[in-house]
Each structure stands twice: as C-alpha cells, then as structure tokens.
C-alpha cells in the first residue's frame, strides 16, 4: 500500500468513534433521501407530469441538508435509528414541493436542535435565515424567544440569549409580509385535519415542549393560509410515526410504513401536477 493510499485509512482511525457512527448514520440518511426523492421524481417522470432538468439543483442539495439535519436531531432525541427514520419519514415529500421548503426544514430543525442544545448563537442566526426563507419562521420565533427569554431570566449576566433574541424577532420582517391564502381544496383539508390530528398524537408522546410548540405555529400558519404545503416544515409530526415504528421491534414495519408514504406521495404528486 503507498503513503497516498493509506493517508486517508489513518485519518479515519483518527476520528472518534461517536464520530465514525455519526457519519455512517448521516451516510444511511442521505442514501436514504436520495432514493425516496429519485423514486417520486421517477413516478412523475414516467406520468409525463415532470422533466427531470426542470428540478433545480438546489432543490437536491437543499434536501440533502434537511435529511442531514433531521437525522442529527433525531439521534439527539433518541438514537441513530430515530434520526433516519425521521429523514427517510420526511423525504417522501414530494419534490415538487420546491427548496424553500427544503431549506426552511433544515435551518428550523438546526434552530431547534441549537435551542435545546443552548446554542443561541447558533439558533439565533438559524432562526433569522428561517424567517426570510418562509413566512412560517414565526412558528420557530415562538419558540427561540421565549426558550431564550427563560434563559435571561436565569442568568441577566449572559449576553447570548439577547442576541438570540434579536436575531430570532429580526427573522419576521422578512417573513409575515409574503403569507397569502391558498385555495381549499378537498385534498388540502384533508391534509390540514390529518396534520391537526398528528399534532394532537404528538403532543400524547410528551415531546419536547420546543418541539410542540413550533409544530403547533406550523399548523396554526397552514390552517390561516390554507395551504396544506406550509406543513412540510412540520417535521415533529412524524415523530409520532418514528416512535411507532421504533416500538414495533419488527424489521419490516419500517419498510412497510416508508413504502406506503412514498407511494402514496407518489400519487399525490401525479395528481397536484395534472
């Protein structure tokens, strides 16, 4: 073996085996998204609804960083599995859903993730972004300032929440003027009361009171519009489904469940693109 050929085998070795198992999660999770995206796009591509050059790049790449993100906050909430269940759960969006919505996804997940974590820096650079990404930035406000406000109160003397929070209430001037209202389709009330009705699970599971707090705004900001596309940020919502899944034990439960929503996101990108 050449120095040029083992160099990389020793800089591996040199990597913390937290390390090593995050990124091969992180790997799983990318694959993963990558396969559920190129699956709808196929089944669009084959109904004649989609040219696959129309799907700019940064519509891939911006999914990519949502299911890395999503993947990081679920193995902070639980473990590995968690984290690529819920990427792989939230991937079969369908891709005509565009890459704001992407991008907004992983800068929320990222704020959130730095709110609990008591990064403000972090969350509250995050959570400006987010705000001038969507006009659902509002549902990540109402939660970095009060978590960060709870924060002052406990310590006056750190000047970090401050900035946190005024980063965190800079993000609405982008965001609140571009919220118009869709029209109410039957499709769309469906999916309004199933994400009514996966909130109401979600808040049985006693998540993080951050997390129901953001995933409540978001479904709060998508009943107002009426715009059932406002909810693909709403990622808490499928926590419910990952833990399902995780207490089943069953091997083919996760495949089971992840083929169902992607063929019927499938389907549903066919019919919103006919």
Not at 209 to 217: C, D, E, I
Request: aromatic share 6%.
């Amino acid at each position: 073996m050449t120095v040029a050929e083992a160099a990389p085998l020793s800089f591996v070795r040199r990597l913390h085996p937290e390390t090593l198992r995050w990124l091969g999660g992180a790997a799983g999770a990318l694959a993963l998204h990558a396969s559920l995206r190129a699956l709808n796009a196929l089944v669009l591509i084959l109904y004649g609804q989609y040219d696959l050059p129309a799907l700019p790049v940064a519509t891939w790449l911006s999914g990519l960083a949502a299911a890395v993100t999503l993947y990081t906050f679920g193995s902070y909430l639980r473990d590995r599995m968690t984290g690529v269940l819920l990427a792989g759960l939230w991937s079969v969006v369908p891709v005509i859903s565009g890459h704001h919505a992407s991008l907004f996804t992983a800068l929320a997940a990222g704020s959130l993730l730095a709110a609990l974590r008591k990064n403000w820096l972090t969350a509250g650079v995050l959570c400006l972004l987010a705000g001038l990404t969507l006009p659902t930035g509002a549902a990540l406000t109402l939660v970095v300032v009060p978590v960060a406000v709870i924060a002052l109160v406990r310590d006056p003397r750190e000047w970090r929440p401050w900035v946190a929070t005024v980063l965190a209430l800079a993000g609405l001037a982008g965001g609140l003027p571009q919220l118009g209202t869709g029209r109410l389709t039957v499709e769309t009330g469906l999916l309004l009361l199933l994400a009514v009705a996966l909130l109401v699970v979600a808040a049985g599971e006693r998540l993080p009171r951050p997390l129901l707090v953001y995933a409540g705004g978001v479904v709060l900001i998508a009943l107002a519009a009426r715009q059932a596309q406002a909810l693909i940020p709403a990622f808490p919502l499928l926590l419910p489904i990952v833990y399902a899944i995780r207490r089943s034990h069953n091997r083919v439960v996760p495949f089971a469940v992840v083929g169902a929503l992607t063929v019927a996101s499938a389907v549903l990108s066919v019919h919103l693109t006919a």
